[in-house]
Structures are given as C-alpha cells and as structure tokens.
C-alpha cells in the first residue's frame, strides 16, 4: 500500500517561508503526477499545486503563483512545496496526494498522506 508522509509544518510569520515535503513509501510517484492541496477549518479542500513525477509539468493555482513553487527529488522519492511571502490565509492543514496527471480536483487524486498543518501569523 502506498503511503504519503507529509512534513515540514510549523509557525511562521507573515512574509516568512517554508517548504513543506511529501515522501512516499516507495517509488509510488513513478508515471503519477503529484499534487499538493489544503483545508482551512470550514472550507473544503483546495488545490495549491502539482507536479508530473517524470517529466517538467507543473501547476499553480492562482492564489500561490509567484509565491510557492513545487519541485521533486527523484533520489529521495520526495516532492517539496517551496513556499515564500506566507500570507495569514495560507493557514491551513496542507496535504499531499497521487494522482494521474495534472489535476486541480481532489477527487481525482487516488492517495493521500494524513495532512501537516501551518500557520502563519500576522
């Protein structure tokens, strides 16, 4: 079975950075892409970014471009969410999930890790 660990949560100020990590258990990532997605108390759950596994794609939601990127480490089967410029409303429990392709819909993911939660405070 395919197991997502995600780390990296914490408190951080307003303006900060962090990177958040997702390791798989195993070479799960291989011809899958690999997205990153968070939940705020009350809200349902929201795409932030993904990347293909083996090849170039990425995507952004709106809301992060020209502050998150997300990159992989194909040696340590690990994906990174590299965050800058943290707003408060980047608060949230950020997850990681294995899916086909590049998708923006949780639903279409068909593995999660069990979520690493931020904060960041103004």
């Known amino acids: 079975q395919v197991r997502l660990v995600e780390s990296g949560g914490g408190s951080v100020q307003t303006g900060g950075s962090l990177r958040l990590s997702c390791a798989a258990s195993?070479?799960?990532?291989?011809?899958?892409?690999v997205g990153w997605f968070r939940q705020s108390p009350g809200k349902e759950r929201e795409f932030v970014a993904a990347i293909i596994w083996s090849g170039d794609s990425t995507s952004l939601a709106d809301s992060v471009k020209g502050r998150f990127t997300i990159s992989r480490d194909h040696g340590n089967n690990t994906v990174y969410l590299h965050m800058n410029s943290l707003k408060p409303e980047d608060t949230a429990v950020y997850y990681c999930a294995i899916g086909f392709g590049i998708r923006q819909t949780a639903t279409l993911y068909a593995y999660w890790g069990q979520g690493t939660q931020f904060t960041v405070s103004s």
């Open positions: 195993e070479r799960a990532f291989i011809n899958y892409g």
